[in-house]
């Protein structure tokens, strides 16, 4: 008898097991089935968004988001997934499935966004647009959280050819929108947070032809609220609108040598935008101005592409049209006194105020087919640190900073060298026009982990000179800021002084005058400690990954080179050696 049941429980095991093996096969196929419906689908839906047909696009990538998801219900029951090989498949199979439904679901919300910004146009056209958009960017920033979450580490180990091939795909799809898809989290805490009520922001324009830390000299600010119901701008006008600055700050090391004051305008005299932000708001609270929930800096070369979108713009200040190619010389010939034909000296910035509040319009009141080349203009303008963002809010802040639009200088992880390069014109003038900029920055690897750098600063003014400005030669402090525990190894022979900066960063100092048509060539010599670290870097999303070496331990030198929002863009090189016997993996 006990054999008898023996050999019934391995007939009934042996049953169970072939129909879960024909279940299983028939859930196989189903579900293969459907991914590859959903993919056809998805597939079909960008091929429609590119094509401008935002209705074949929406209902194939719904199509998609309902295929994937019913194939996601066949994987099985919950304790399936706990049986070791078997739920390796099935986690995998779970991923892509869940991968592909959200982020399916993430292009149609992002179609029923484009579908709304063809609907409104005209006066308050943009305020309508973020009404009626906002709930789809919700939801499809939501998506894109979850995908970037399940495709963190997505591999093929352990997996199954057809999974396996499948994961490989995907992965290679999803290599273009590493970058965007590391941002998710961060852009969603920033659209909830910006919706979450009314904020008031401190917009401060900034002059790129006379150069600062963060930009340009703050010659205009303007006043603007955001919210549920939109933006509206309050006010834009001249910085010397303000009152009289009371505060008895120091002058910061280097900064405005021919002023015994600090004032508001000064105020972003670090690159890192954070610093600069926390001084323009202890000298914005002492001026008994309105709190503010942020501080955006904006710049001419944002000007610049906006105007390419737009056309030319006539304001009553200017004879001549404004357009992006004569924007930054005609903007500093009529602020001139004497060009502007205002009665009063007090009225000479009108021109620029005039062109800020037509963009404005027209931006609040965007037509549908701009809206993209305005968008597409703002995020390289972003990306360019042509724009910056502050948010007094931790968490905001935090988001931003994760976005890469707030101009902090923010190493990631495994950086061991920092160079950042700030010039700043001290002497009032707008001088940097015309000024050609050149970076060469030579790291020589030791076998003790350290590093000797040299860096070669080139500075070149053309000879042209801008009409009815008195001073045409450049007052320039230039300032280096370096990773923690970086000495310099030549100050007497560099000509570069050690300071103390707000950064908190070791940072070197130089001031020199460049004439028109004049070049001038400045060399920073530096020890870092710790340039080669043990072990591979943190992946970077968007940047190349290294591979390792077949054998030995593997090290690794990470360089942030950050750059500074200027007229034009300063042309580098990178030149690492490593000592004899090293081998580089990759970079």
Do not use: C
């Amino acid at each position: 008898m006990k054999r008898r049941g023996v050999w019934i429980a391995a007939a009934v095991a042996a049953v169970v097991l072939i129909l879960l093996g024909v279940w299983g096969f028939s859930q196989a196929k189903q579900f293969e089935a459907l991914a590859k419906a959903g993919k056809a689908d998805a597939s079909a839906g960008l091929k429609s968004l590119a094509a401008e047909d935002p209705a074949a696009a929406l209902a194939s990538f719904q199509k998609a988001t309902d295929e994937f998801g019913r194939a996601r219900a066949l994987l099985g029951p919950e304790w399936l997934h706990g049986v070791p090989w078997v739920g390796r498949q099935l986690a995998a199979a779970d991923d892509l499935a869940t991968i592909g439904m959200e982020g399916s679901s993430a292009g149609a919300e992002a179609v029923q966004v484009l579908e709304a910004a063809g609907a409104t146009s005209g006066e308050g056209g943009l305020n309508q647009l973020l009404v009626q958009a906002r709930p789809h960017l919700d939801s499809a920033l939501a998506s894109l959280v979850v995908v970037a979450e399940r495709s963190d580490g997505l591999t093929t180990d352990g997996l199954v050819p057809q999974l396996a091939d499948a994961v490989t795909e995907l992965n290679g799809l999803l290599d273009p929108m590493r970058l965007v898809l590391s941002r998710s989290q961060a852009m969603l805490e920033l659209e909830r947070y910006l919706f979450s009520g009314e904020h008031t922001f401190l917009m401060v324009a900034q002059n790129s032809s006379e150069l600062r830390p963060t930009g340009g000299f703050m010659g205009t600010f303007g006043m603007f609220r955001f919210g549920p119901g939109g933006i509206a701008l309050d006010s834009f006008a001249d910085v010397y609108s303000l009152p009289f600055d009371t505060l008895d700050e120091p002058l910061p090391e280097g900064g405005q040598v021919n002023y015994n004051h600090f004032y508001f305008r000064n105020t972003n005299w670090w690159m890192d935008f954070p610093t600069s932000t926390h001084m323009m708001l202890k000298f914005w609270a002492n001026l008994k101005q309105p709190e503010l929930d942020g501080i955006i800096a904006v710049d001419i070369p944002l000007l610049q592409a906006l105007l390419r979108v737009h056309g030319p713009i006539t304001v009553p200040e200017s004879s001549e049209p404004i357009t992006a190619q004569n924007a930054m010389l005609l903007l500093n010939e009529v602020v001139q006194y004497d060009k502007s034909g205002q009665a009063s000296r007090d009225d000479r910035k009108l021109a620029i105020v005039s062109l800020v509040k037509e963009l404005f319009g027209w931006l609040t009141g965007l037509p549908a087919d701009q809206a993209r080349p305005v968008l597409d203009a703002l995020v390289g303008a972003a990306n360019q640190k042509h724009v910056q963002v502050y948010f007094t809010d931790p968490a905001a802040q935090a988001a931003i900073v994760q976005t890469g639009w707030s101009g902090a200088l923010a190493p990631p992880e495994g950086t061991t060298d920092l160079v950042a390069v700030s010039n700043g014109v001290i002497i009032p003038s707008k001088a940097n026009f015309g000024v050609s900029k050149t970076l060469d920055y030579v790291v020589v690897l030791n076998p003790d982990g350290s590093a000797d750098t040299t860096l070669a600063l080139g500075y070149t003014k053309s000879p042209q000179k801008l009409l009815g400005v008195p001073q045409q030669w450049l007052a320039n402090y230039t300032r280096v800021h370096r990773l923690a525990g970086t000495t310099s190894a030549g100050e007497a022979v560099d000509g570069f002084t050690s300071l103390v900066d707000a950064t908190g960063l070791p940072t070197f100092g130089q001031y020199f005058r460049l004439n028109p048509g004049a070049s001038k060539d400045v060399t920073l010599q530096s020890r870092v400690p710790e340039a080669v670290q043990q072990g591979a870097a943190a992946t970077i999303p968007g940047a190349p990954e290294a591979a390792s070496t077949a054998t030995g331990d593997v090290w690794h030198y990470r360089l942030l080179l950050a750059k500074q929002a200027d007229l034009v863009e300063t042309g580098a090189t990178v030149t690492v050696t490593v000592p004899e016997g090293w081998a580089v993996a990759g970079s």
